[in-house]
């Protein structure tokens, strides 16, 4: 079991790790996202915000999240692999793999606030893994839409903030606000970016 409480193990602002995608890395992501667009639930929207907000969603989990991830950790061609089979089961879930062949889990969020620091790791029950690794990874882009992003009139800030394993996140649900409980689900189980692990220190990806 990882120490999140040793501070030197644990994640400041050098070692965030920033991931450049071209424009073709750009247009892929978004071609990729628009096909696994099929109007999924959001654990922490309602139905239709989540429909209103499916697209940029989709483009940055699983379109620019998921590239950046696979890019940084294997190749693009990697993630190429998995979302094609992915969109050909639209249906099936991902089983919480995000990298064809490995226990990897990619969470992508936009990011607002000019502390990165201060944004969560956040995994509902039903997405933790014994044996997963979980990366938190930040968007942060000026007028964040799909069509600026890849005629390259807008380029995203790609961030890899840091990691956490089953074992770290499995005492971490939460009981109440934004991530408790809701619908009948338990809560999210959450941890602050600042409490991550470094990503420079995970060399090896659990396979499944």
Not at 120 to 136: D, T
Request: glycine share 8%.
């Amino acid at each position: 079991m990882k120490n999140i409480d040793c501070l030197e193990n644990t994640v400041e602002q050098q070692d965030i790790v920033e991931v450049f995608l071209d424009n073709d890395e750009l247009k892929l992501a978004y071609q990729m996202a628009k096909k696994a667009e099929i109007g999924g639930k959001s654990r922490f929207r309602n139905d239709n915000d989540r429909q209103a907000n499916l697209t940029i969603d989709q483009f940055i989990g699983v379109g620019l999240g998921e590239l950046a991830g696979n890019k940084h950790f294997f190749s693009v061609k990697d993630y190429y692999n998995s979302r094609i089979k992915k969109n050909e089961n639209p249906y099936s879930g991902d089983n919480g793999s995000d990298t064809l062949g490995y226990k990897i889990d990619y969470k992508a969020s936009h990011a607002k606030n000019p502390n990165l620091l201060n944004y969560n790791l956040v995994v509902r029950p039903k997405e933790l893994h014994s044996g997963f690794v979980y990366i938190l990874i930040l968007i942060r882009s000026h007028g964040l839409s799909p069509q600026s992003l890849i005629t390259g009139e807008t380029k995203p800030k790609i961030y890899l903030m840091g990691w956490a394993d089953y074992e770290m996140l499995q005492d971490k649900q939460v009981t109440s606000g934004i991530f408790g409980p809701k619908n009948g689900n338990g809560g999210a189980h959450v941890i602050q970016a600042n409490k991550l692990l470094k990503i420079k220190d995970l060399t090896t990806i659990p396979q499944i």
